[in-house]
């Protein structure tokens, strides 16, 4: 399973990134940001940020995160997401390994609220502070790139930027998918909708609770047992890797639907 799933992620890391040099050299019509001409209907969290700044609702972008998120949960995120990959083999690095404050990944839900929404709104996209400007992702795939063709005209955000990239690829290295857990506001949005996803991973009545899945668990989850003695349901933070069912002792873990 797990020589599939980085099959499907390499698969879908080329496949989303199909437009790569189609703009100024460097252009990734997935996962990047606003400087790209093609990208402006590709990343949600930036059609979000994009709408708020003019005091509407990006109701097609809210609504295909619903959707994904009530089919499958945070599956796109274990199965789907380049920036996930890189997170995986930066994680595989030769580095001091520690562990995060479980109360730290409510920060994304901030980040989300604050960086997407409210500094948009309040203060427009041009804002140092609005998300896209910041991400880890649109330094590496625009202002980077950007800055060895044209130059930049602020050095200090830009430096701002770098540094932001820098630590987070150091606490990947640290901490698996810190950026997942922590950051992501797009992880944040379909958190939200984990527990009512169609599709995903539990438990059935042949589970010993022995926590290997807990252990095992990049996401560090822990699932809740129902009332009827199935664990029917994937917490917040499951991204539908399946490492838990690859290492069940008993086989209890499926894929339920």
Request: glycine residues 8%; positive net charge.
């Amino acid at each position: 399973m797990e020589k599939l799933r980085l099959r499907v992620q390499i698969g879908m890391a080329a496949l989303l990134n199909i437009g790569f040099f189609q703009w100024h050299s460097i252009c990734f019509p997935v996962l990047n940001c606003y400087s790209c001409p093609i990208s402006v209907f590709s990343c949600p969290i930036g059609i979000i940020g994009q709408f708020t700044a003019l005091g509407l609702i990006a109701l097609t972008a809210v609504g295909a995160i619903a959707l994904g998120g009530l089919i499958a949960g945070r599956f796109l995120c274990g199965w789907v997401c380049p920036f996930g990959l890189v997170q995986e083999l930066l994680y595989k690095v030769p580095y001091v390994k520690f562990s995060i404050p479980r109360w730290t990944r409510f920060i994304k839900y901030g980040v989300f609220v604050g960086l997407v929404v409210a500094i948009p709104y309040f203060f427009s996209t041009e804002s140092p502070l609005y998300f896209c400007r910041l991400c880890p992702v649109a330094t590496i795939e625009s202002a980077i790139p950007w800055a060895l063709w044209q130059g930049t005209t602020n050095p200090l955000h830009l430096a701002l930027r770098l540094g932001i990239l820098l630590v987070i690829v150091v606490m990947v290295m640290g901490h698996r998918r810190f950026f997942c857990k922590v950051i992501c506001p797009l992880g944040a949005c379909l958190s939200v909708f984990n527990r009512l996803s169609y599709i995903f991973p539990g438990r059935d009545s042949k589970c010993i609770e022995c926590t290997v899945c807990s252990k095992v668990c990049p996401m560090e989850t822990s699932a809740q047992k129902s009332l009827s003695g199935v664990f029917d349901h994937t917490p917040e933070e499951c991204i539908s890797c399946l490492e838990c069912q690859k290492k069940c002792p008993t086989e209890a873990i499926r894929i339920w639907g």
